[in-house]
Each structure stands twice: as C-alpha cells, then as structure tokens.
C-alpha cells in the first residue's frame, strides 16, 4: 500500500501559467515533505522540502503547500518555463535525521507547452 | 567534475544469472543508497551504507547483496533469487556530518536492468 500519492501520472500546462502539482500521503507520522525534479537519463535532484510545522514554503517560482489536515501536499511553478518539464517525485518521511526514512511518491510528469 | 556514476546505462540479463550493477562517486560522501524503481511507484530503498564496511538493508533487500569495501563504491548484485529483477535501478550518495537540508543526497542517472 503505498503511503504516498501521486494520482496524476501526467499533466500539461501553457508556458507562463500556473503549474499544480499534487500530492497525498498516508501516515500521520511523517513530519517532512519534499519535492524532486527528474529529467531524462539523469537522477532526481532535491527541490523543494516543507516541515510540518509550516503550511507554506516558498523558493523562487516554487511554491509547497501543506494540508496536515488533510494529508495533502502541492507544489506549484509560478510562471512554469518549458525547462520545468520533468518528472516530480513527492517524498514524505517522519524524521529529519536520515534520508533512509524517505518515502517516495510514484511522480507526476510535467509538460510545459511552448 | 564531482559526481555519482552508474554503469552501465542499460544491462540485459537472462534469467537465473546475477548481475552486479556498478556505483562509484567523487563526492567525499560517507553514505550511499541503492533504490529501484519500477513503473507507478516510488523509489525505493534496496540498501544503504552509513560508511566503509558496513551496511543496513532497506525496505526490500530480499535477492539483492552489497558490499562497501571503498568509500567512492557500492556495487549492487541482482541475484538470481530476485523474483522480478527488471526494473530502473538508482544510486545514491551523501554526507552523514551536518544539518540534513535534503539538498544534500545526490543521485546516479540510473541502470535500467532487463531480465530476458
């Protein structure tokens, strides 16, 4: 059963509008949540991240949002540029001490249409 | 140029062989990670090594072996006695000294492994 959620396999969006990126997660002990970016034949690299304690982070055009509430995470590109098309993994874990605890979501890939 | 290696890109194996996928990084990082990934799910974790000499299974190590004899490399076997060996496999490596910023964990570009 997994524990984090990505149910959008895919999604397209117009240059310069809005991207949203969703994420649900399972278990109520995770305190850390994070975002990676994929490309083609190259590994995930870190993002974005956002502790429970927050409801909000914020990085450039990169914006997380949590619900702990309703177990619910996003991540949102403001403006999205053709080179935010990748793949983005939602990863969750309960401590911040290693990242063996870290559970990944399956990924969502991202077009963003000239 | 500081980074992780995976080799090969792409390995082919016929069933009942191991196959031992390659791992090596120039990052002075004391822990590395082996993931898989396979189609609709999340990464996730084969093994783990916190430094030389020692290493710790992850959440799915059954037909799979390790061994950390350098600290630049961590080869993983695929034995025979995994039971669905294809799949996307990802390394990993990072420091173990320091605040966990998560921007600290580096990864390979991968070895998609094929069991004919």
């Known amino acids: 059963d997994q524990q984090v959620k990505q149910n959008s396999p895919s999604l397209s969006v117009q240059e310069g509008r809005i991207s949203i990126l969703n994420c649900d997660y399972t278990n109520s002990m995770f305190d850390y949540f994070l975002w990676y970016k994929k490309y083609p034949a190259e590994g995930p690299t870190f993002l974005i991240s956002?502790?429970?304690?927050?409801d909000k982070n914020e990085d450039g055009r990169f914006t997380v949002f949590l619900n702990k509430s309703a177990k619910h995470l996003s991540l949102h590109i403001v403006p999205s540029q053709p080179g935010d098309s990748a793949v983005y993994f939602c990863a969750a874990s309960p401590v911040k001490t290693s990242y063996d605890k870290v559970i990944f979501g399956p990924g969502t890939s991202l077009s963003v249409i000239p | 140029d500081g980074g992780i290696t995976q080799s090969p890109k792409y390995l082919f194996r016929k069933e009942g062989q191991n196959v031992t996928l390659s791992c090596e990084q120039n990052l002075n990082h004391d822990a590395m990670y082996w993931y898989r990934q396979d189609p609709g799910q999340g990464l996730r974790l084969i093994y783990y090594s916190q430094i030389v000499n020692d290493f710790q299974k992850g959440d799915i190590a059954e037909g799979y072996s390790v061994s950390r004899e350098k600290k630049e490399s961590f080869p993983l076997t695929v034995t025979s006695a995994q039971k669905n060996p294809t799949a996307f496999y990802l390394c990993?490596?990072?420091?173990?000294?320091?605040?966990?910023?998560?921007?600290?964990?580096?990864f390979g570009p991968g070895t998609r492994l094929t069991v004919l």
């Open positions: 956002i502790s429970s304690i927050k």
């Open positions: 990993a490596s990072s420091p173990t000294e320091g605040s966990l910023n998560y921007n600290e964990q580096f």
